[in-house]
């Protein structure tokens, strides 16, 4: 078992910045994929970002692409998502999930942990 536990979420302006974390726990031996999913109220969870086990292949939604980066550091059992340039649309409940997979995985269904989640809102 892993357990995620996310933190760094709040409330932003729009144009603002904000950096989350996740850190996991439990069974972290295993090579995950791990991934930011994001559920805004009304709307179906969909992917933000996910990075490969070795950090050198990254996915991104086109809704996020130049302005979100993804990183990870195994020594740390920690996954980051630096949001940039921050819309009102990205207001959501994110979550931190990891796959079993050496290689990035965009699909929901295929993710084996998840975090609670944590709220990002951003004003216009």
């Known amino acids: 078992q892993v357990q995620l536990v996310e933190s760094g979420g709040g409330l932003v302006q729009a144009g603002g910045s904000l950096r989350l974390s996740c850190a996991a726990s439990g069974r972290t031996s295993s090579n995950y994929c791990m991934g930011w999913f994001r559920q805004a109220p009304g709307k179906e969870r969909e992917i933000v970002a996910a990075?490969?086990?070795?950090?050198?292949?990254?996915y991104y939604a086109d809704s996020v692409k130049g302005r979100f980066t993804i990183s990870r550091d195994n020594a740390k059992n920690t996954v980051y998502l630096q949001m940039n340039s921050l819309k009102p649309e990205d207001t959501a409940v994110y979550y931190c999930?990891?796959?079993?997979?050496?290689?990035?995985?965009?699909?929901?269904?295929?993710?084996?942990?998840w975090g609670q989640g944590t709220q990002v809102t951003v004003s216009s």
């Open positions: 999930a990891a796959a079993v997979s050496l290689v990035v995985v965009t699909t929901y269904t295929r993710y084996d942990y």
């Open positions: 990075i490969s086990w070795s950090g050198r292949s990254t």
